[in-house]
């Protein structure tokens, strides 16, 4: 009897993993082709991978789901990058005052993209998908400005110039599922309406 229940628990745990893992696939598949991820090189590679990295998201049963997992990634990973800016800062890592001053003003952009992405997710436990959505486009100005303070005009170089496009990327997955989640609510309400 014992070898039926365990049995019965990894039956359904492979189960459940391979449901989350074909939404992973096919939502990722879906937003890629979405206006803003289409112009990101293997968008489609690092939404997957990132989702089948959060063990969260192996519980996922649909794109609101994956929404939640997708912003609580891309809150993470702007947490490593600003850590990283500001150990660059502390450990005096950078070229020239210039340079300073720019990551300063790249810290300020991150506070403003993590209140951005808390908000959005707080959007998304509330169901509320697009405000949340907006939320998560506005928190992408963040690493984007960012990379703009350094440009050929003033002869800088970002040392954090990769960590910023893999952001913006990583914000994009959940802007882009909750835009699509919003987008099916809308008519889902509307069918309900035309039936009443």
Do not use: H, W
């Amino acid at each position: 009897m014992m070898y039926l229940i365990v049995f019965a628990f990894l039956f359904n745990g492979c189960t459940a993993n391979k449901v989350s893992d074909s939404l992973i696939q096919k939502s990722c598949k879906e937003a890629s082709k979405s206006p803003g991820p289409d112009m990101i090189p293997d968008f489609e590679i690092v939404c997957i991978a990132s989702l089948k990295e959060n063990p969260k998201s192996q519980k996922a049963r649909n794109l609101g789901d994956l929404t939640m997992v997708g912003a609580n990634n891309a809150i993470s990973n702007l947490t490593n990058v600003k850590r990283m800016v500001e150990k660059i800062i502390k450990e005096r890592k950078y070229k020239n005052s210039l340079t300073k001053k720019l990551l300063e003003e790249c810290l300020k952009l991150y506070s403003n993209s993590f209140k951005l992405l808390t908000s959005g997710l707080n959007y998304v436990k509330m169901r509320n998908f697009d405000k949340a959505a907006d939320d998560f486009m506005d928190a992408g100005e963040g690493p984007a400005f960012c990379g703009l303070k350094f440009n050929g005009d003033n002869q800088q170089i970002s040392p954090v110039k990769e960590e910023n496009i893999v952001l913006i990327t990583m914000f994009d997955i959940p802007k882009t599922f909750a835009r699509d989640v919003s987008y099916e609510q809308r008519n889902n309400k509307n069918k309900k309406e035309e039936t009443n």
